[in-house]
């Protein structure tokens, strides 16, 4: 559990809940937190499970925040039904519900009777698509060979929308490429890295890989290179964290479509300051995603590259 910015709960304040900030992707989102909270001066109280797998202690944490009694609760749920019962209770305690980086499922929330102020993050399906038009445009459009997805949690929402946006573009963008196994890699690096690793020796022609996050990739990163096929096979992310930087600055890992995260914590704050003094916020708010490469960086030009963190 991590706590910080910690204010007296008569203050209006706001509670935020991440999945973990073991993982660099939502240790960025926490920093934009930060800075939204200073720019809009308001107090806010944050706490994280110990990995984005602990869907029973994320319960608990979001219960024990709901005693501190926040303005609102910007909520980032591990899955989109595990945090229900205790966003059920703020609903109740008329507590305003955000959900970071869009975790849940809509249909789920609408089955619940739970109304979300608003979903804040990149579009999952548009980053998985942005994925396979950044393959096509390397493999070329005419391009043949079998092609992994290495999905997060299953079940996941953000992870189904980056695997179907990735393979539904495939299929328009290159053809040839053909999607041979999409498995859940539980978000877990050493369990990609296995994937990857039984993967290639069924598939030793093996052309690519689409990861559904950046610590998965890396994992897969390390089983290509293992094999020595690293020159052979085109190994894509999603997130754009710090280590995934340094991974394609090093010309090992491809690529990855970076999420922005800072961002999405940043506009997540300012949104609600804006929805608490009853200013109209859209329902769902998309924050813009890069196709990191080797030439992005080295160019250096492109607006959006001062957000990756």
């Not at 939502?26 to 926490?30: D, F, L, T, V």
């Not at 090093?250 to 890992?253: A, I």
């Not at 859209?282 to 813009?288: G, K, N, T």
């Given at each position: 559990m991590a706590s910080v910015g910690?204010?007296?709960a008569d203050d209006g304040e706001y509670g935020v809940l991440m999945k973990t900030l073991a993982n660099p992707f939502?240790?960025?989102?926490?920093e934009g937190v930060k800075a939204g909270a200073e720019k809009a001066g308001v107090k806010y109280f944050l706490q994280a499970a110990e990995s984005d797998q602990a869907s029973e202690p994320q319960l608990n944490l979001c219960n024990t925040m709901l005693q501190r009694k926040p303005v609102a609760m910007i909520t980032a749920a591990i899955s989109s039904t595990n945090l229900l019962p205790c966003l059920k209770a703020a609903q109740d305690a008329k507590i305003k519900i955000v959900d970071l980086d869009n975790n849940l499922d809509q249909t789920v929330l609408d089955n619940e009777g739970i109304k979300v102020t608003f979903h804040i993050g990149s579009d999952n399906i548009a980053a998985g698509a942005q994925a396979a038009d950044y393959l096509?445009?390397?493999l070329g459009k005419d391009a043949k060979g079998p092609v992994l997805v290495i999905?997060?949690?299953s079940g996941n929402i953000t992870s189904q929308k980056r695997a179907s946006g990735f393979a539904d573009r495939l299929k328009e963008a290159a053809p040839g490429l053909e999607i041979i196994g999409s498995l859940p890699g539980d978000w877990d690096r050493g369990k990609a890295a296995s994937i990857a690793n039984d993967t290639l020796t069924?598939?030793?022609d093996l052309a690519a890989i689409f990861c559904a996050n950046d610590g998965m990739a890396l994992g897969a990163v390390e089983a290509v290179y293992a094999a020595g096929k690293g020159d052979q096979v085109t190994i894509i992310g999603v997130d754009g964290n710090s280590d995934a930087v340094k991974s394609i600055k090093?010309?090992?890992?491809n690529a990855s479509v970076a999420q922005l995260p800072y961002l999405v914590g940043e506009q997540a704050v300012e949104n609600v300051k804006k929805a608490l003094a009853g200013e109209t916020v859209?329902?769902?708010?998309?924050?813009?995603t890069l196709v990191v490469t080797k030439d992005t960086l080295e160019a250096g030009t492109d607006p959006l590259l001062k957000y990756l963190k």
């Open positions: 910690i204010a007296k939502w240790g960025a989102m926490a096509a445009q390397k999905e997060g949690l069924a598939h030793p090093q010309g090992r890992l859209p329902e769902s708010i998309a924050v813009p």
